[in-house]
């Protein structure tokens, strides 16, 4: 009998452990999607923007030792400029049609690849514990290499927490965070148990420690949230009304936290498809944004605001 509930135990042991290194291999070192792949669901437009408008490679090495790569496009005229930063699984590729957009609005662009996505090295995505370090870094980097009078951040999904975490930590004009979550923890949860049906507190500990281990941080060290309340920064929260991956709410939640925000639901996207459900929406949201806050001006191409 007591062979049998040591055999029993070491088999439970090593399900938990299984499952759990499982799900921390999902989270952190997913399978990257192509350039390819991620412009497919794009306009002529943006994809013939991304292609043939000329762009400058550029790369900083991270405080751990990783090289990162950017890629600049310009705006002749312009000292505005706007750092892209893309989801999880994603690449710097993937910001195509933001980035004609902002184009199109005045702005020199910075798209980067996020450490152990794209071009850039590394092993572990990390949820912005990381990574907002590498957005100061690049953030710094571009102050001293370029004319630089304004400096905004753009984030989606993965890269939304990025950019929310990083702006205590910098001094930027302003931020646009797109289907952001606001707490690691409470995501996990949410995807665990309503998404795949699995009893999150049992399984929660097994990640966090493999994150721990493996990857350096803990779903506790990443709170997006408790970013937002500790900057003046004004932010911008952009979320699909239909996007049950990242819910809602949780922009709607942060959203609430500064008078100075704006939120935009987009009627009927998905997690990160705002731009392609409703790109003329998204504009729109964008430059009244900017107008509110005084952000369009000293532009060397004129900017529209919708009523």
């Not at 999880?88 to 195509?96: C, G, P, Q, R």
């Amino acid at each position: 009998m007591q062979r049998k509930w040591k055999i029993g135990l070491a088999s439970l042991f090593t399900g938990y452990y299984a499952i759990s290194h499982y799900a921390f291999k999902r989270m952190t070192r997913g399978k990257r999607k192509t350039p390819e792949m991620l412009l497919a669901p794009y306009t002529d437009e943006d994809r013939t923007f991304y292609h043939d408008v000329p762009f400058e490679h550029v790369s900083i090495q991270s405080r751990d030792d990783y090289r990162l790569y950017g890629r600049i496009y310009r705006n002749e005229g312009s000292t505005k400029w706007i750092v892209f930063v893309h989801g999880y699984t994603a690449s710097h590729s993937f910001m195509a049609p933001h980035l004609a957009m902002f184009h199109r609005l005045g702005y020199n662009l910075l798209a980067v690849d996020l450490r152990s996505h794209g071009e850039s090295e590394g092993i572990y995505a990390s949820y912005g514990f990381h990574e907002k370090v590498d957005m100061i870094d690049w953030v710094d980097w571009l102050k001293k290499e370029e004319t630089v009078d304004q400096v905004g951040l753009h984030g989606v999904s993965m890269g939304a927490a990025t950019v929310l975490q990083t702006t205590p930590l910098t001094n930027v004009d302003f931020v646009i965070a797109e289907c952001p979550f606001d707490d690691m923890k409470q995501l996990m949860r949410y995807q665990l148990k309503e998404l795949h049906h699995i009893p999150a507190e049992l399984i929660l500990p097994g990640i966090d420690y493999f994150l721990w281990s493996r990857a350096g941080f803990t779903m506790r060290q990443v709170q997006p949230k408790k970013a937002v309340t500790e900057t003046t920064t004004p932010i911008l929260f952009v979320h699909g009304s239909k996007d049950d991956f990242v819910p809602t709410w949780m922009s709607v939640e942060m959203n609430a936290l500064n008078r100075k925000n704006d939120l935009v639901l987009i009627d009927g996207a998905e997690h990160t498809d705002c731009m392609i459900k409703d790109a003329l929406a998204y504009e729109e949201a964008v430059t009244r944004f900017l107008h509110r806050h005084g952000l369009d001006r000293q532009s060397n191409l004129e900017v529209h605001v919708t009523p």
